[in-house]
């Protein structure tokens, strides 16, 4: 089946520093492209999300850039927080009119002050 | 300002119980869907709905059923839970997923002994 591969799984960085997050799907009609966050013991909420026709996304520190033709995302977030700490889960559309999403398997990170 | 509620935070069954996880959105969204998270394998979907009595297989179907009578409230039954059916159970709805991405629930932690 189709599937969302996600690197890498765990992330270690300084307050400050920059944080990237990689991911790449298989399924050529996946049109949409969301990232979400989830804080131990809640649930995944949505922080940025990206459209195939779109190449780059950005939310004051979060930018999402798209690469459709090597079927690439990636998630980069600036001036990390200790707040940003989380695991964080890309995901793909599937299926008729992306009525589904198909998640990569997550990255830890970690921001030590 | 909760809109997609699980009935249960915490449940423990025995092997061989048919488990029901009920799932209740109140946005009037037609897509619902159920996955399980299990640690280092991200969420994979087990089932969905794009409309009342309508349902399509996921990833992971097997061993799980699901039924939607009324477009609020989707289940997920385990037909006869075994221990490897040890895992959280999210529940997410969508008006569409590859537009507006998903709202989930809070979880289910499902324990089988």
């Known amino acids: 089946g189709e599937n969302v591969e996600q690197h890498p799984s765990t992330l270690s960085v300084q307050e400050g520093d920059s944080a990237v997050i990689k991911c790449t799907y298989s399924?050529?009609?996946?049109?949409?492209f969301p990232w979400y966050k989830q804080e131990l013991g809640k649930r995944p909420q949505l922080i940025i999300d990206i459209r195939s026709n779109v190449g780059e996304k950005k939310d004051q520190r979060i930018a999402v850039t798209l690469n459709k033709t090597a079927k690439h995302f990636s998630l980069h977030i600036t001036e990390t927080q200790p707040e940003d700490s989380a695991v964080y889960f890309c995901?793909?559309?599937?299926?008729?009119?992306?009525?589904?999403?198909?998640f990569g398997k997550g990255t830890t990170l970690s921001v030590s002050s | 300002d909760v809109k997609v509620t699980q009935s249960s935070r915490y449940l423990v069954k025995r092997t061989g119980e048919k488990v029901f996880l009920e799932c209740v959105q109140d946005?009037?969204?037609?897509?619902m869907f159920w996955y399980r998270q299990d640690p280092g394998l991200g969420l994979r979907l087990i089932y969905f709905s794009y409309d009342v009595k309508m349902k399509e297989k996921g990833d992971i179907p097997e061993g799980y059923s699901v039924s939607r009578e009324k477009k609020e409230r989707f289940s997920l039954i385990l037909e006869s839970a075994s221990t490897n059916q040890t895992s959280m159970y999210l529940c997410a709805s969508s008006l569409r997923p590859d537009n507006y991405g998903y709202t989930f629930g809070s979880g289910t932690r499902l324990t089988v002994v």
């Open positions: 399924d050529s009609a996946s049109n949409y």
């Open positions: 995901a793909a559309s599937i299926g008729q009119a992306g009525t589904a999403l198909i």
């Open positions: 946005m009037d969204h037609e897509n």
